[in-house]
């Protein structure tokens, strides 16, 4: 976003008054083209105003910015600066509908990705900041479909988030930087269930861990007590379903090692 930024600076070589063929513009009255010395073109309405002590024509009501490099913006001016709704569209394919002050992201707006993310929620000076909802499709660290939805600052989750992916894992609780940090709930597709404090996307601190993956622990096996770097670490009690076991004392790399 910070080629809009920049539209106050660049030298009007030619201005004229056209009959537009933009579709944005069709039927609004005082349109101008304006051709400037970088080859991008704005196309709309225009006022005369005070800029640094002196009086220049400025973007002023609705237009169309357009960059030579593809970049283009359609939508509400202010002082030659994107500023109320508007639409921003780069060569890549990243588009953005939604609220604009002063030049930057600001209020609700969709933003769509060109690595086929989606985010529908609150900006504030180019950054999701506020309550949003991230569709994450990039196939990488996350599987295609994973959805957060929940509170974002400085363009990362944090807050109190719900993170979801189509295998049927489930987060409810603390995000801080785009991790899980704080108090939360999981529910994994095995059947496990998690509640109690994370660190950095690791169970850390005090949690219960109920065990339904019918593998190493039987159905309804449980852990409560300290955790580290996603394993038992600390004092704990483990109770097995299948036999009435109950294991009380120091747990270490997830093994008990003694009451």
Not at 99 to 104: L, M, V, Y
Not at 218 to 226: C, H, L, N, V, W
Request: with cysteine; net charge negative.
């Amino acid at each position: 976003m910070k080629k809009l930024l920049t539209l106050v600076f660049f030298v009007l070589t030619s201005f004229t008054y056209a009959d537009t063929r933009e579709p944005f513009l069709e039927g609004i009255k005082g349109v101008v083209k304006l051709n400037f010395s970088d080859g991008s073109i704005y196309e709309g309405q225009v006022e005369e105003c005070l800029m640094n002590g002196k009086q220049i024509t400025c973007f002023n009501g609705l237009g169309i910015y357009a960059f030579q490099t593809g970049y283009r913006y359609e939508g509400e001016f202010k002082d030659n600066k994107p500023n109320g709704q508007g639409v921003f569209t780069s060569p890549d394919g990243q588009h953005y509908q939604g609220g604009f002050k002063d030049g930057k992201l600001n209020g609700k707006g969709i933003m769509n990705y060109p690595d086929g993310r989606r985010y529908e929620g609150e900006y504030k000076d180019n950054k999701r900041d506020g309550y949003g909802i991230m569709t994450l499709q990039d196939g990488g660290m996350f599987e295609d479909g994973s959805r957060y939805e929940g509170e974002f600052k400085n363009d990362e989750p944090n807050g109190q988030g719900v993170f979801t992916s189509p295998d049927g894992q489930h987060y409810q609780g603390g995000f801080k930087d785009g991790k899980l940090n704080g108090k939360g709930i999981m529910n994994y597709p095995d059947g496990r269930s998690y509640e109690g404090e994370y660190k950095d996307n690791k169970r850390d601190g005090y949690g219960i861990m109920t065990y339904q993956d019918g593998g190493f622990y039987q159905e309804g096996s449980r852990y409560e007590g300290e955790w580290k770097n996603d394993k038992r670490n600390g004092q704990g009690v483990m109770t097995y379903l299948d036999d009435g076991r109950r294991l009380e004392g120091e747990f270490k790399e997830g093994a008990f090692i003694g009451g």
